[in-house]
């Protein structure tokens, strides 16, 4: 292992204990890391910006004789009026730009690729073709997805039907959270092992290079 | 009662001491057991080995280093699986915070084993800001939303992009994100240009593609950790997921453990207030 | 003037994305339009990353100046920005140690600091569910005791200890939890989610597109 | 000048087409789709197998648009009590009382968001009330444009209950761009000032059980909401009250009465009782065989 490996690897060390110090108590090493890691990710979209939008987006196409990209451009660089107050309003241009082509692709793309394709399969046989498991499913499905979206209807105080649809409803949804809540606790322990691997194995092996 | 009420307000250090503990021993007493293979894996490694031989197909890296962990075995296995098959790939990456630098790391470690050449057997697009744009551009023209590749080197002057122009020329997609650029993939390019595509992703979001499987938007789903190490097992190459399975088994007892434990002095300290106050 | 024209480009812009939807991208004029816009956006779009860099830099600056409680910290926050966002702007042919490939100021920063300590923030996280689980988590209600039963149940499966504890009772549990909970219970009330926020999102888009939803605009 | 004209034309139009005859739209759906859908993958420029899609995006702009309409010429339009509205205000008293602040998150997404949105107008609620009984409020946020519209918001609410002396312009304040450096930065507030009540309003993701667990350990009374389904378990272990999904939605427009809101969700809900209508249709039809798979083709998505 040479130097440089080393201490790299004790750099990483020290703001990965610096952090995990919290949960003991707040103190001033955290607070160190905690300061540090907010300006670095902040300088980290400056070098992304300037490199795949400005230069490769915008400049070299520019100088290869696609002279309207200067609109965009221009665009882009009006977004900083937002920090001056007698101009901010000029931001908005560029802003509204943004939202209006995000919005006219969201408009289309939600309903049309998430809301059609899930109710078409929802719309699944009650019947035993496939046997008495799968109609189960199928119930439980159609049923579930149902009181579901009963219980997110606001337009009607839930009573009588409405009320006992939304009922079970909450009992979907709460059979649902607890899944989930089952399998984030995996994701997350996944994301500390991760660490753990790299203390136990890097960290305390390089050790054995320094004593 | 004061033991029940001495458990019940037990200072959350122990419990995270606990946890700490419960993940470093199996590292040091390392066990095995049997892993599963649940259906969601197994469709998708199905589909995956359907895609035809020498066909290209796109890796997608939309998650955040932050997730490493979680995510990176499975594009890893996804690497391996598609160069195996001879497949072309290409990689980009949605997340502008570490994407394109994780794409292009891991890319670059696993061709050198199947012998693939930058530009001629894979290609790493990098970043562009704004997904819903990329991912609607690039069925017009992969071009016109990536003049060029993550270090610079214009597209055209790469041999792999000859042949590609837009999604109709992509075979199979595998996006692995912990975050919800995978339901732009499906609300844009499955529904939209009919490319199939499977998901990898953490476990957080696992249970809502659930739904996308059972819709066929998805061919397959690999779950968090476990499903990662699904992946690994069926490509008969065992790797990081594998072995935190181990670790990963005993914290989930402990949690178990102490949820029990925490309902017991509940209910128990409930008892007690009835005897008291009657 | 400075509401009439965002509230048209916002307009125009969503509206020519939405009918290019209904027609092929190749064949029409107004195809090759979107595609243009498709681009402009991952350019404009690019700019707002950097509004925060800017946000974050002032707020610092202001707190140092001000000799504000805890400025000392606050001044390793302004080297960080610099120390990764300067080299990283200077052109790699003048220094191996300038851009952003491997080797860089840039890149070694990221790798070694940035990444590590993102990775550390999400590892906490395992602390805390275990505490939240053991605290919150009572069966107080009908419905909590659902949550808490299956959240333990779905713990125990997606782990191979837990599944061979699982198998050690009869009838095949893991897949009776694979089918029923997470492709029956959970995936369909995901799903009456997933519909519920698309026509959220939708309606969403339309009051933008249309200019009857303006607080994207802030103050002005 | 050009644009406006332009702008009002079209909005006109659209108005004329999409308002005056929501039904005759509705009928269209179910009487007269078939046919068209049957000519698919004509090689015409105009797209004919997305006719379903059309259909229902302008069955939604209708129900939506007019709504909005109806809410805003003052007409009664019902929403259901939200539970859990008033552990919201009550939870702001709880902090009066005991004379600590309130920490009021609107959640950490961009204003493009439209949790986003919905939390700053229930800040809007909660600055109120704070207002009222002087009680202290911190609104840390993570993004510029999130910056100006929470301020705004606040002032006007600070300039509503007469206690524009009160108001100060850090009430809100911009923390850090980076998600866990803002967490860590919001951990670091409440340890130390400990406020007695923390509102999470808004789109949450990974720090939702970081800043709840960090909140419960500094004793703050919890009262969160978030349509992030993937979220909701955290803050329904973690927090005293959790506003699901849509009812963060419906809670903004409760709150605020604003007519774009409650249109919005007025649409929303009748939409949703037509794919409910919709979703028992089919499965009769499919279970029945009565026609199901043509059915069902309407529902493709291409």
């Known amino acids: 292992m040479s130097s440089v490996e080393l201490l790299q690897i004790w750099i990483i060390a020290f703001f990965t204990l610096a952090l995990f110090s919290f949960l003991y108590k707040d103190n001033p090493v955290y607070k160190l890391a905690e300061h540090i890691f907010a300006g670095l990710s902040a300088g980290y979209y400056v070098g992304l910006v300037w490199d795949t939008v400005i230069i490769t987006q915008l400049w070299d196409p520019m100088l290869a004789g696609d002279y309207w990209l200067v609109v965009p451009g221009i665009m882009g660089a009006l977004m900083f009026t937002r920090f001056s107050p007698r101009f901010s309003w000029v931001s908005r241009v560029s802003l509204a730009f943004v939202m209006g082509v ?27 073709d496939n046997g008495i498991g799968a109609m189960f499913l199928a119930i439980v499905v159609v049923i579930g997805v149902i009181s579901t979206l009963i219980y997110f209807y606001y337009s009607k105080e839930h009573k009588g039907v409405l009320g006992v649809t939304a009922r079970i409803g909450i009992w979907f949804i709460m059979v649902s959270f607890g899944a989930h809540f089952g399998y984030t606790v ?16 890097d960290w305390l092996g390089s050790f054995s290079h320094i004593f | 009662m004061s033991f029940w009420k001495t458990i019940e307000d037990i200072d959350r250090r122990w419990v995270y001491l606990m946890v700490g503990l419960a993940v470093i021993i199996p590292f040091i007493f390392p066990t095995e057991f049997p892993i599963s293979i649940t259906p969601e894996t197994q469709m998708l490694y199905d589909a995956v080995e359907a895609v035809p031989d020498s066909s290209t197909v796109m890796v997608v890296f939309d998650y955040y280093p932050s997730t490493i962990a979680e995510c990176q075995p499975m594009s890893v296995a996804a690497l391996h699986h598609f160069f195996r098959k001879d497949c072309k790939v290409i990689t980009l990456s949605n997340i502008p915070l570490g994407g394109p630098s994780m794409a292009e790391t891991v890319t670059r470690r696993i061709a050198p084993l199947y012998d693939k050449e930058y530009g001629v057997d894979f290609v790493n697009l990098g970043y562009k800001y704004g997904y819903v744009a990329v991912l609607s551009g690039m069925g017009t023209s992969i071009e016109s939303i990536f003049p060029t590749d993550n270090s610079g080197t214009p597209i055209s002057k790469l041999p792999l992009m000859d042949s590609v122009r837009n999604y109709d020329q992509i075979a199979f997609i595998f996006e692995v994100a912990d975050n919800a650029t995978a339901d732009y993939w499906v609300s844009i390019v499955n529904a939209q240009y009919g490319v199939p595509m499977c998901c990898g992703t953490t476990a957080v979001g696992a249970p809502k593609y659930y739904s996308f499987v059972q819709a066929g938007q998805f061919v397959g789903l690999l779950g968090g950790m476990k499903g990662a190490a699904e992946y690994e097992i069926l ?35 409930r008892r007690n207030k009835r005897k008291v106050t009657p | 003037m400075r509401t009439t024209v965002p509230v048209a480009i916002a307009f125009l812009s969503g509206f020519l994305m939405v009918v ?40 610092n600056w202001n707190a140092v100046k001000a000799r504000k409680e805890g400025w000392i910290f606050k001044v390793f926050t302004l080297v960080s920005i610099f120390a990764m966002a300067v080299p990283a702007v200077l052109p790699s042919s003048w220094s191996p140690l300038f851009g952003r490939a491997e080797g860089s100021i840039y890149d070694w920063l990221f790798t070694y600091l940035d990444m590590p300590m993102m990775a550390t923030m999400f590892a906490t996280l395992a602390f805390y569910i275990a505490s939240a689980a053991y605290r919150a988590f009572r069966a107080r209600t009908a419905e909590s005791t659902i949550l808490l039963v299956t959240a333990t149940v779905v713990m125990l499966w997606r782990v191979p200890m837990g599944e061979a504890f699982l198998n050690q009772f009869p009838g095949d549990i893991p897949t009776f939890l694979n089918t029923y909970i997470m492709n029956g219970a959970n995936l369909a009330v995901q799903r009456g989610i997933i519909i519920g926020a698309a026509l959220g999102a939708a309606s969403m888009s339309l009051r933008i597109i249309l200019g009857i939803e303006r607080t994207y605009m802030g103050k002005g | 000048m050009i644009c406006r004209l332009v ?20 009928c269209l759906v179910l009487i007269d789709s078939q046919p068209v859908l049957a000519q698919t993958s004509s090689d015409g420029a105009f797209r004919t197998d997305r006719i379903n899609a059309l259909i229902l995006i302008a069955v939604f702009c209708a129900a939506v648009l007019l709504y909005t309409r109806w809410a805003r010429q003052g007409r009664p339009l019902f929403l259901r009590k939200i539970p859990g509205l008033e552990a919201v205000e009550e939870a702001v008293g709880r902090a009066t009382e005991m004379g600590r602040p309130v920490l009021f998150i609107p959640g950490i997404s961009e204003l493009d968001e439209i949790e986003t949105i919905a939390g700053i107008s229930i800040l809007g609620r909660v600055a109120k009330i ?22 705004e918001m606040v002032e006007q609410s600070y300039v509503e209950m007469g206690k524009k002396d009160s108001y100060d312009k850090d009430i809100v304040r911009y923390v850090a761009g980076e998600q866990f450096a803002f967490t860590a930065n919001v951990n670091g507030y409440m340890m130390r000032e400990r406020p007695a009540t923390n509102i999470y309003m808004g789109a949450f993701f990974a720090e939702s059980l970081l800043l709840a667990e960090t909140g419960n350990a500094a004793g703050s009374i919890q009262i969160a909401g978030t349509a992030r389904p993937e979220q909701l378990p955290f803050f329904i272990a973690a927090c005293d009250y959790t506003l699901m999904g849509e009812e963060l939605y419906a809670a903004s427009a409760y709150l605020s009465h604003e007519p774009l809101m409650l249109g919005g969700l007025k649409g929303q809900d009748f939409v949703k009782m037509l794919i409910v209508a919709a979703i028992v249709l089919g499965v009769i039809l499919v279970s029945l065989n009565l026609g199901g798979d043509t059915f069902l083709e309407w529902f493709e998505a291409v």
Do not use: C
């Not at chain 1, 995996?186 to 194995?201: C, D, K, P, T, Y």
């Not at chain 2, 989930?252 to 309902?263: C, D, E, K, S, T």
């Not at chain 4, 034309?9 to 108005?15: A, G, P």
């Open chain 1, 102 to 128: 995000t919005s006219g692709i969201f408009l289309v793309s939600q309903l049309h690729g998430l809301v059609l394709p899930q109710m078409q399969s929802t719309m699944q046989s009650l019947g035993t």
């Open chain 1, 186 to 201: 995996m994701g997350r322990v996944s994301l500390l092992i991760g660490r753990v691997q790299f203390l136990a194995e």
């Open chain 2, 235 to 269: 490509l008969s190459k065992p790797a990081n997921a594998v072995l935190g399975m181990g670790a990963q088994s005993l914290v989930h007892l402990l949690i178990i453990a102490m949820v029990i434990l925490g309902n017991v002095g509940f209910f128990a300290s």
């Open chain 3, 20 to 59: 290019s939807f209904f027609f092929r991208e190749e064949a029409t004029f107004i195809g090759g339009l979107s595609q243009n816009l498709l681009i402009w956006l991952t350019i404009v779009g690019g700019f707002t990353l950097l509004l925060g860099v800017v946000s974050i830099t002032r707020v």
């Open chain 4, 7 to 26: 702008y009002s034309t079209v909005r006109k139009i659209l108005d004329m087409a999409l308002l005056s005859r929501p039904l005759t739209l509705v």
């Open chain 4, 130 to 151: 704070t207002a009222q009984y002087d009680t202290p409020l911190t609104v840390p946020v993570r993004y510029p444009l999130v910056l100006a519209a929470a301020q």
